[in-house]
């Protein structure tokens, strides 16, 4: 809390008071705020802290349920070991109560293959099949850092494949704004679709992550980041999404290379063609790639080749990890060669 407070008084917000900040506002407007998930009162990465506990008596304080006596419900649960019988609820939950921002947490994203079926069924094809309405919103922590096949994916790519037809929402935010930005346009938005969060893991606790207060208390959620460091004049430009940016971004200063420049991509689907276009123009014929952690037949580089062709209208090339049938490897080692060879490739020349 004492480190918190003292982030704030600086002018920043980390991920956790940000989520926090998101959260109040919404509810002080009168807009009900619900998350469950596996733990997600303390946080996964015992970076929320939403829900306190007296460890002597047990007793639960929320903090955001006592901002104002006139506010709109606000609960966190911590849910049984169930993917698919806590997601199915809390995607009924959000047909049942289209005006509540309704959230389910996974552990790690991994683990939302437990709920596969709800995603199927329900979640990807309700509004084709039934015109059944859900602004439900999916956390899946995402990110490969050497922690193993079973600690690393979202399985981002299922989620791309199944995506159509505007049926859902697929953000990968990089900075805590982001994160404010995207929870408020989720819930006041007035289409209501799922919306599949690859959320951070390390992160959370990088400082270098962390938004100037400014840009929580202005702007708005932005589809596309670009590169103020090299705006134009580079030799080449890398596209890529969430935790790799910080990496390829500490890389290039390492070298001090000053010509390859790097874009985020926040908002994979509903594919943002205008935005990155409007972005890509001032590099113009510079080389177009796209680099990411995940193995070549997982992440988002078949659905982003296929969609900068078609929508905008652009060529490039990937770099990942070779081929897997698994996620990721298990040995520390290999994975740490693995990240290293990722980042030489991408600044080749």
């Known amino acids: 809390v004492d480190d918190r407070q ?12 940000a989520e926090a ?25 015992s970076h929320r802290h939403a829900v306190v506990v007296d460890y002597l008596t ?32 809390e995607y009924g939950y959000s047909v049942a109560s289209p005006d509540t921002l309704v959230m389910w947490e996974a552990q790690f994203g991994d683990f939302i293959n437990g709920a596969q079926v709800i995603i199927d069924q329900f979640l990807t094809s309700g509004w084709d099949k039934w015109r ?21 994916s979202a399985r981002l790519e299922r989620f791309l494949t199944n995506a159509a037809e505007d049926n859902m929402r697929i953000v990968v935010p990089s900075t805590p704004a982001q ?9 006041t938005h007035p289409i209501k679709r799922p919306l599949v969060v690859i959320a951070p893991k390390s992160l959370l606790r990088t400082r270098r992550t962390y938004s100037p207060l400014s840009e929580v208390t202005t702007g708005s959620l932005q589809a596309v980041i670009g590169d103020p460091g090299v705006a134009a004049g580079a030799r080449r430009v890398v596209l890529c999404t969430g935790k ?11 070298h001090q290379i000053d010509d390859v420049a790097l874009v985020r991509i926040e ?19 510079a080389e177009l790639v796209w680099v990411q952690e995940e193995p070549a037949n997982m992440g988002a580089w078949r659905f982003m080749s296929r969609y900068l062709f078609v929508e905008a209208g652009r060529s490039s090339r990937g770099i990942y990890r ?3 049938s698994s996620p990721a490897t298990g040995n520390p080692r290999t994975h740490a060669r693995e990240q290293q060879l990722l980042m030489e490739k991408a600044f080749a020349r």
Do not use: C
């Open 58 to 89: 047990e007793e639960e304080y929320t903090p955001l349920r006592h901002l104002d006596p006139g506010q709109a419900p606000l609960r966190i649960y911590d849910s049984l070991l169930s993917e698919f019988a806590a997601l199915g609820f």
């Open 6 to 17: 003292q982030l704030f008084e600086e002018g920043y917000v980390d991920w956790a008071m």
């Open 244 to 254: 790799i940016y910080y990496d390829l971004l500490r890389y290039r200063e390492e």
């Open 179 to 187: 994160l404010f930005h995207l929870y408020r346009t989720q819930a």
């Open 267 to 285: 908002v994979l689907y509903p594919f943002p063609a205008g935005a990155i276009n409007q972005i890509l123009a001032p590099y113009g014929d």
């Open 132 to 152: 059944q309405e859900s602004n439900v919103v999916l956390l899946l922590p995402h990110g490969f850092e050497g922690q193993g096949p079973e600690h690393s």
């Open 322 to 324: 070779k081929e897997s």
């Open 21 to 45: 900040l998101a959260w109040g506002s919404l509810s002080l407007e009168g807009v009900p705020v619900r998350l469950a998930g596996e733990d997600s009162q303390r946080g996964t990465f």
